[in-house]
T-cell receptor, first 107, second 114 residues
Framework: GIQVEQSPPDLILQEGANSTLRCNFSDSVNNLQWFHQNPWGQLINLFYIPSGTKQNGRLSATTVATERYSLLYISSSQTTDSGVYFCAASGNTPLVFGKGTRLSVIA | GAGVSQTPSNKVTEKGKYVELRCDPISGHTALYWYRQSLGQGPEFLIYFQGTGAADDSGLPNDRFFAVRPEGSVSTLKIQRTERGDSAVYLC????????????FGPGTRLTVL
């Protein structure tokens, strides 16, 4: 089945800094999503982005399907951005998750 | 409803007991998924339903795990003879269709087996 790898596994940022999280996937996909898991464990949908670029406030994402990767950009980070960011992808099977990037934003 | 709901939010049980976890998907979503998340890991797929039928149960770890969705809406995940290794957060998700479109997750049920 499809493999999903995320990097870096851990990231510490000073408040106000920018960051880029990467997701590589092993096969063609028709679904790719980015989630933020908050401290209570809820998976919050950030982007549904099997291809192209989207922006939502300080967050944006780009998926280059032909090269099998997606990037999540966080600009002007805030302490509330802390948590685990998951990428999940699928072709004709249910979503497969990466192991996540744990982000800590320090004031 | 506005989102996927799951009950209970927490369940503590003793080894060997039977538990049921419930998921209410977003109204109109035909596809429903169960995942399990252990501490420090990403969610892992268990089973998904398209309508009333289980379309893919390849992620169920063994025959102690079973899930139903008799009317194509609410689903129940059933675990028999629970073991300490079953302790995890069980997540449910739904989507308009399985072939594409965003999947939306519920808040999860934290299961602790003592």
């Amino acid at each position: 089945g499809i493999q999903v790898e995320q990097s870096p596994p851990d990231l510490i940022l000073q408040e106000g800094a920018n960051s880029t999280l990467r997701c590589n996937f092993s096969d063609s996909v028709n679904n790719l999503q980015w989630f933020h898991q908050n401290p209570w464990g809820q998976l919050i949908n950030l982007f549904y982005i099997p291809s192209g670029t989207k922006q939502n406030g300080r967050l944006s994402a780009t998926t280059v399907a032909t090269e099998r990767y997606s990037l999540l950009y966080i600009s002007s980070s805030q302490t509330t951005d802390s948590g685990v960011y998951f990428c999940a992808a699928s072709g004709n099977t249910p979503l497969v998750f990466g192991k996540g990037t744990r982000l800590s934003v320090i004031a | 409803g506005a989102g996927v709901s799951q009950t209970p939010s927490n369940k503590v049980t003793e080894k060997g007991k039977y538990v049921e976890l419930r998921c209410d998907p977003i109204s109109g979503h035909t596809a429903l998924y169960w995942y399990r998340q252990s501490l420090g890991q990403g969610p892992e797929f268990l089973i998904y339903f398209q309508g009333t039928g289980a379309a893919d149960d390849s992620g169920l770890p063994n025959d102690r795990f079973f899930a139903v969705r008799p009317e194509g809406s609410v689903s129940t995940l059933k675990i028999q003879r629970t073991e300490r290794g079953d302790s995890a957060v069980y997540l449910c998700a739904s989507s308009l269709s399985p072939s594409g479109g965003a999947k939306f997750f519920g808040p999860g049920t934290r299961l602790t087996v003592l």
